[in-house]
């Protein structure tokens, strides 16, 4: 992890090319989105389209919660969809920097892999100024958001969970992605959008990925509308029952409990799965979901290193539990790539590591297959010598140039694949003027080690202290 010191130079780094558009919002308190009124849905929202702005604000947007970010800010509140179609709402918020280009955006999904039910893990939450950084993922990918801001992109980067934090829910966090891109869209006018059908390309890494991917799927059938151009992912989790086994009882096995509470919240598969969940679980394991439901992502891997949820001390029906209907069901709509009529027309970009120890390459390989059966066109990137966290950084610059390529129409249709053995970033890759972005992110790299070696020691080490 980047400790403080290297945070305050990053972002001491970047903050000078980021183009402002100062306002002037005054004081106001970070509430939690359970207490702050704006993430309340009006009693309108049954009534309202997909996509339709119920709220909006001006907001004061910072780098890890106190270094002032400036570019003007708004969050929109939008109406999207439950997994069974009724109206529920999410908040996007969007970065528009001074000289921006007006008739397109990027719609970034960070992976805040969070379950929290009080919205401490929301991006709309953590970028706002003054809010304690309860997702130091979010945090750490605003660097990534920043290149776009700095090339002149408008950003929107929707809490595509939803206002119950179903996290790994799929569908509701695909369609929660292509309705904030209505949002933003619908709101326009106010942003200085110069086309009321302005283009669009998504990117997602790891549990962002999900969202990208199901977005980039759905599409075609959910929102045909929109002027989508493509959509770059990599460390996708495309099967949740192959990720699950495969991180079962491993260091990073923190990520399952918290699945758990996503798939289950009221929005996704509570009404089936909830009940499931709390006829089977133990002592042990409803207090390790309650522990999910109140903590953001890096707290919950410290919390579960080594544990399975497979086990009896988790839940009563032990390695079974995966063969369980109920759960079974939920997983199994989580399964990326699996219908013909769920795959992208617009163009993608797919990069993951062989030695990925969160998200298995399988995942990313046997999506790549599906989608092209399916007539896809799919650019699939592997990485030779990258671990999870790595490859986000290693795969970002082939991302970032995928997007302006795809922007302007010139991404090959058809699908393609190349290996990569690159373990370092050329500090210029992006252009002089995104120097400090790479740097940054060579700090990062460095700071996660040769394939993760780093982040897994440290979560190793941690797991001894408490055991």
């Known amino acids: 992890m980047l400790n403080i010191k290297s945070i305050v130079s990053i972002a001491a780094a970047v ?7 100062p306002a002037s919002l005054g004081t106001r308190a970070v509430l939690l989105p359970e207490d702050d009124p704006f993430y309340q849905a009006p009693i309108t929202i049954d009534s309202s389209a997909p996509g339709t702005v119920l709220k909006s604000r001006k907001v004061a947007t910072s780098f890890f919660g106190f270094i002032p970010n400036p570019v003007e800010a708004w969050q929109l509140l939008y109406r999207t969809n439950a997994v069974n179609g009724t109206a529920i709402s999410a908040v996007t918020t969007v970065f528009v920097p001074t000289g921006a280009k007006t008739d397109r955006f990027v719609s970034f999904h960070t992976a805040y892999d969070g379950s929290s039910r009080d919205g401490k893990c929301d991006p709309s ?25 700095i090339d002149g ?14 996290f790994g829910a799929g569908r509701l966090e695909g369609t929660g992605v292509l309705d904030s891109i209505r949002a933003v869209q619908n709101f326009g006018s106010t942003l200085g959008l110069t086309t009321t059908t302005p283009a669009v390309v998504g990117y997602g890494y790891s ?3 999900i969202a990208t991917g199901w977005a980039a799927g759905l599409q075609p059938t959910y929102a045909p509308e929109l002027n989508i151009k493509g959509w770059a992912q990599g460390g996708t989790p495309a099967n949740l029952t192959g990720t699950t086994v495969f991180i079962d009882g491993t260091a990073f096995s923190g990520f399952l409990p918290q699945a758990l509470v996503g798939l289950s919240s009221p929005s996704a598969y509570g009404a089936t ?14 207090s390790q979901i309650a522990f999910a439901e109140a903590n953001c992502g890096v707290a919950n891997l410290l919390q579960f290193p080594f544990k399975s949820v497979q086990s009896i001390e988790f839940q009563t029906e032990g390695d079974r539990i995966l063969y369980d209907p109920v759960l079974a069901y939920a997983l199994d709509q989580q399964l990326m790539g699996r219908f013909s009529n769920e795959t992208p027309t617009a163009p993608v970009y797919l990069f993951h590591a062989t030695s990925d120890e969160i998200i298995p390459y399988a ?22 010598n990258g671990g999870h966290a790595t490859t986000e950084v290693l795969g970002f610059p082939g991302a970032f140039e995928f997007v302006n390529s795809a922007f302007a129409g ?6 393609s694949q190349q290996t990569k053995l690159d373990s370092t970033l050329n500090p210029i890759a992006l252009g002089a003027q995104l120097e400090p972005i ?11 080690g040769t394939q993760d070696a780093n982040i897994k020691a440290d979560v190793s080490n941690f797991a001894k202290t408490i055991t």
Request: with cysteine; aromatic share 10%.
């Open 15 to 21: 903050l000078p090319l980021v183009s402002a558009r």
């Open 125 to 149: 939450y953590n970028y706002q100024l003054g809010a304690p950084q309860e997702d130091i993922i979010s945090s750490v990918e605003f660097l990534l958001l920043q290149a776009f801001l």
């Open 153 to 166: 992109y408008i950003v929107s980067a929707p809490d595509y969970e939803g206002p119950d934090a179903a």
């Open 207 to 209: 549990g962002g990925a």
């Open 273 to 286: 799965l909830e009940p499931k969940i709390d006829s089977i679980v133990t002592t042990e394991g409803a």
């Open 363 to 384: 995942n990313a390989s046997t999506l790549y297959n599906e989608w092209c059966g399916y007539g896809a066109s799919v650019d699939f990137v592997t990485y030779a």
């Open 410 to 415: 010139t991404v090959a249709s058809g699908c």
């Open 438 to 448: 790479l740097v940054a992110l060579l700090n990062a790299l460095a700071a996660a």
